[in-house]
């Protein structure tokens, strides 16, 4: 009997699915424009040379929490390749922009040291945001066809988005990636997606299909998520981490100050199994219950009265 046909997407949105909490985890994001195919490995199926991909793969391995995307745009042909190293962090996070004339003059670009914030001879700052679109459909039909018409609509208004390869999480295409702070979103429709990028710019987070921020751990992220909806915050910049601690085996007890450093927020979350079951990506076989948070208890508490 052939298998059921399916987009995991629809089954994840049809369970109502919690999104937060699922964002990839990377501290530093190296994104290479590659305007061709990506095979369901993009990265080791590519034609980029053994040596290029060595050094790729030698980053990936050296540096901590460091991941690699293929981008690209649809426009003529050139020469020159883009290349961006994103440092999401709590503060300051930053992009630096280098351009290619080749593949292999990325073995004389040391983005280890750019990983680390220097800008070398070559290498620049970039002040202004990228938005990044998964339409990696040879790793899952679902990022062709929601991320793909994505794409397109917001390409159309913004010169930043890109498409880029697979970003993790197949079931939440389409899903969009706002850099450098590394906000994730899950189930974008356009008109959320404006929304998204409208805020973001304003530096404020949109709550609705956010999947959490990518240089924090995934119960931080959920911790995250359910402060900024308990204290109605939607400020970036209005909290900062203080720290995360295990009490159970799945239990996590987060702590985030305000930038006034006048309150702080404590949120006491707990990861369980869902109540349904799914496909988590198009290629599944069986169906399986995913990892949701829940908000056990949180307080807020004057700084001065803790003292």
């Given at each position: 009997m052939s298998q059921q046909f399916f987009y995991c997407s629809e089954l994840s949105r049809g369970a109502a699915e919690k999104t937060f909490g699922t964002a990839s985890i990377g501290n530093v994001w190296l994104l290479?424009?590659?305007?061709?195919?990506?095979g369901p490995e993009a990265l080791d199926e590519s034609s980029l040379s053994a040596p290029v991909k060595s050094y790729l793969n030698k980053f990936l391995k050296t540096v901590p929490r460091a991941r690699f995307l293929f981008i690209k745009q649809e426009r003529k042909e050139s020469d020159e390749r883009m290349a961006f190293v994103v440092r999401c962090r709590e503060r300051s996070p930053s992009i630096a922009q280098f351009k290619l004339s080749s593949y292999e003059q990325l073995l004389d670009v040391d983005i280890t040291t750019i990983a680390a914030g220097e800008m070398p001879r070559g290498v620049s700052p970039s002040a202004s945001p990228l938005y990044l679109v998964c339409t990696h459909g040879r790793r899952d039909k679902c990022c062709a066809k929601f991320g793909y018409p994505l794409y397109k609509s917001l390409?159309?208004?913004?010169?930043?988005?890109?498409?880029?390869?697979?970003?993790?999480g197949d079931r939440f295409a389409a899903n969009l990636v706002c850099f450098p702070h590394g906000l994730f979103y899950a189930h974008v429709t356009e008109e959320a997606s404006r929304r998204v990028i409208e805020e973001y710019e304003a530096r404020r987070v949109v709550l609705d299909k956010y999947r959490g921020r990518a240089c924090y751990s995934y119960p931080v992220q959920a911790a995250e998520y359910f402060i900024r909806k308990e204290a109605?915050?939607?400020?970036?910049?209005?909290?900062?981490?203080?720290?995360?601690?295990?009490?159970?085996?799945?239990?996590?007890?987060?702590?985030?100050?305000?930038?006034?450093?006048?309150t702080i927020h404590e949120a006491l979350v707990r990861s369980a199994p869902s109540d349904f079951q799914s496909y988590t990506t198009c290629q599944s076989t069986e169906r399986k219950n995913v990892i949701q948070y829940l908000l056990d208890d949180y307080h807020a508490s004057d700084v001065r009265q803790e003292a």
């Open positions: 290479l424009e590659y305007p061709y195919g990506w390409r159309s208004l913004n010169h930043a988005v890109w498409q880029s390869s697979h970003v993790g109605g915050i939607a400020g970036l910049d209005e909290l900062r981490r203080l720290g995360c601690e295990r009490v159970r085996e799945r239990s996590w007890r987060a702590r985030f100050m305000t930038a006034d450093g006048k």
